[in-house]
Nanobody, 120 residues
Framework: QAQLVESGGGLVQPGDSLRLSCAVS????????SAWYRQAPGNQRELIAC????????VYSDSVKGRFTISRDNANNAFNLEMNSLRLEDTAVYFC?????????????WGQGIQVTVSS
């Protein structure tokens, strides 16, 4: 049974940095595209970062481009999201996901979500 578990969330101030990690078990991340989504209260879940298992291509939403970086740690079957220059509007529940397609299309597996709160 595949399992994804996020860690690293919390409460930070605007301008701070935070690193989320997604530990993966029960599936080989080398053949799954890694993705991070987030959902703020009252909003739909949105894709914010994606890294292809096939060619390593990364895609970011406009809202996080230039501030967030997704990386893969195939040796440990995990992937991360480095978040810099955090803003109030980054407050959300963040989800990691594993997608069987070369691009972020439709994940098969999801983490349970972790809260990130940016507040002054």
């Amino acid at each position: 049974q595949a399992q994804l578990v996020e860690s690293g969330g919390g409460l930070v101030q605007p301008g701070d940095s935070l690193r989320l990690s997604c530990a993966v078990s029960g599936l080989n991340l080398k053949v799954y595209t890694s993705a991070w989504y987030r959902q703020a209260p009252g909003n739909q879940r949105e894709l914010i970062a994606c890294k292809s298992y096939r060619d390593g291509k990364t895609v970011y939403s406009d809202s996080v481009k230039g501030r967030f970086t997704i990386s893969r740690d195939n040796a440990n079957n995990a992937f991360n999201l480095e978040m810099n220059s955090l803003r109030l509007e980054d407050t959300a529940v963040y989800f990691c996901a594993a997608d069987p397609y070369p691009r972020c299309t439709r994940p098969d597996y999801w983490g349970q979500g972790i809260q990130v709160t940016v507040s002054s």
